[in-house]
């Protein structure tokens, strides 16, 4: 069964860290570009960040440009987002896919994760 679980969320104070994981099982991550999402109740999924298949290209939206970094383990077939410096704005729940193309479009990505919850508060 194909399967993304997303973990490391939780409640952070703004300024802080987090490192969000996102397992595969079920089929190799690397075949697949991997995104991270973001939605807050009564809002549209927004993409944030995405990285290639094949290369180490990625791409941040320019919210997150210069605290969040996406990387990935092929050996642990795990990706990963490392946030840094977080607003209160970062709340949200943050779920990774997988899909065929370089893209942080929802529409693009078959393959969800669960969602993992990110609070940011003092």
């Known amino acids: 069964q194909v399967q993304l679980v997303e973990s490391g969320g939780g409640l952070v104070q703004p300024g802080g860290s987090l490192r969000l994981s996102c397992a595969a099982s079920?089929?190799?991550?690397?075949?697949?570009?991997i995104g991270w999402f973001r939605q807050v109740p009564g809002k549209e999924r927004e993409g944030v960040s995405c990285?290639?298949?094949?290369?180490?290209?990625?791409y941040y939206v320019d919210s997150v440009k210069g605290r969040f970094t996406i990387s990935r383990d092929n050996a642990k077939n795990t990706v990963y987002l490392q946030m840094n410096s977080l607003k209160p704005e970062d709340t949200a729940v943050y779920y990774c896919?997988?899909?065929?193309?370089?893209?942080?479009?929802?529409?693009?990505?078959?393959?969800w994760g669960q969602g993992t919850q990110v609070t940011v508060s003092s």
């Open positions: 896919a997988a899909g065929p193309i370089f893209t942080v479009m929802v529409a693009a990505y078959d393959y």
């Open positions: 079920g089929f190799i991550l690397d075949y697949y570009t």
């Open positions: 990285i290639s298949v094949s290369d180490d290209s990625t």
